[in-house]
């Protein structure tokens, strides 16, 4: 169900640094919290060393109308950049056709990881958690986003990192506790269970839909039991 790409040869001359930034504008090497960076291995390290999740980006953002559309209603605006700034380390992996625009040294890495996370169309947003490999969800564009909406269906998905279900549990007593935790535990239990269907690649039919019908049931199940905790 998913394409790899794999055809462009990009390179780059120029390095500015992340104080010669401008608004708007994505650092090339380093990492800073709350900055778009290209350099997705600072970008890890740094979210190991914060213990704060990360937003990859792929995009295509010299020709993908819809990358454009949410990089000017969403990610230009202060309430985002406010937000990210306390909250995530933020990835640019950009596919465009400026050869220019992405340094040589990234364009095989990022469709690395393009294929590794199943990347099929742009822009995708992957949310991973701070050891830089799990997959904590995944968000799409949207002609009515604003950065308010787009910070709370990060919220959503961030709300399922270890560290926050292990701080939220705390707050319950040990009975409900336990059953958030095991509620939890079952949502992801099936969602590894339904991306590992989904690398197979199945071929759509009815079986195959049947399958794909009663994943997202049980998905819906799950959360609903979880959100009857909070």
Known sequence: ??????????????????????????ALEGAQIGEWTMDFSAAAKLAGEQDLPMLLNFTGSDWCGWCKLMDKNVFAKETFKSFAKEEMVLVTLDFPRNSSIVPAKYVNRNYQLQSQFGVSGYPTYIILDSDGETVLGQLGAGRDKTPDVFIQELKNIL????SEIAEYAQTLAPAKAKAFKAAVASLKSTQNDFMAWLDT???RNPENEKIYSDFVTKLRASLTKINEFY
């Open 1 to 26: 169900m998913s394409k790899r790409f794999s055809n462009i040869l990009l390179i780059l001359l120029v390095c500015f640094s992340f104080s010669s930034l401008k608004a708007g504008e994505v």
């Open 159 to 162: 709300r399922f990192r270890d």
């Open 201 to 203: 690649e199945p071929v």
